[in-house]
């Protein structure tokens, strides 16, 4: 039985995402652990959800982190931040919109943040002459953080292979939806 804070958070996340009415009963059931587990390493549903939180904004800081150093070319920069896009569609499914993390600023203002540097990011894609320049990167940003939530629910309903989800979204982000 997994017991580590992570995994468990990894395993309740895509819970919530299907299910925002979801009980701790029914995020550890989903989750494949007890509730008392659950309970011990989060307290209240409201923990979970800000550990939730927490966990996707770190993700998302370690990925662009990673894109941000990274001096190769900027279709494989672009490539390696689409392969870790999870976290993206995470953000753009939970943190946005789920209430215990409105509420709290910190939470709030680490992912404007983390949508700001997504933006800079485009913006570098716009300037190295790989993604249109017609389009505000700000538009790029949120196109990516959307078809990145696409996938990712596509993925977790078994209609998209994990594998196939990176490609999909270079493709539409590269060459739109065109022939």
């Known amino acids: 039985m997994r017991t580590d804070a992570a995994e468990v958070l990894d395993s309740a996340i895509p819970v919530l995402a299907k299910d925002r009415a979801a009980s701790m009963q029914v995020i550890a059931k989903r989750a494949g652990i007890s509730r008392a587990t659950l309970v011990r390493l989060f307290p209240?549903?409201?923990?979970?959800?800000?550990?939730?939180?927490?966990?996707?904004?770190?993700?998302?800081?370690?990925?662009?982190?990673?894109?941000?150093?990274?001096?190769?070319?900027?279709?494989?920069?672009?490539?390696?931040?689409?392969?870790e896009y999870p976290p993206f569609a995470q953000l753009w499914n939970l943190v946005y919109v789920e209430p215990d993390v409105l509420?709290?600023?910190?939470?709030?203002?680490?992912?404007?943040?983390?949508?700001?540097?997504?933006?800079?990011?485009?913006?570098?894609?716009?300037?190295?002459?790989l993604l249109r320049k017609d389009m505000p990167a700000t538009w790029l940003a949120?196109?990516?953080?959307?078809?990145?939530?696409?996938?990712?629910?596509l993925t977790l309903e078994g209609d998209m292979g994990a594998r196939q989800a990176p490609d999909f979204i270079a493709a539409i982000l590269l060459h739109g939806a065109a022939a």
Do not use: Y
């Open 44 to 83: 209240t549903r409201q923990h979970l959800v800000q550990a939730m939180a927490e966990k996707i904004l770190d993700d998302c800081d370690r990925a662009l982190s990673r894109a941000e150093a990274n001096t190769a070319p900027m279709e494989q920069v672009l490539a390696a931040l689409v392969a």
């Open 103 to 129: 509420g709290v600023p910190e939470a709030s203002k680490q992912a404007d943040a983390i949508f700001d540097r997504t933006v800079t990011f485009f913006k570098r894609g716009q300037n190295a002459g």
């Open 142 to 153: 949120s196109t990516f953080c959307g078809i990145a939530e696409t996938a990712w629910e």
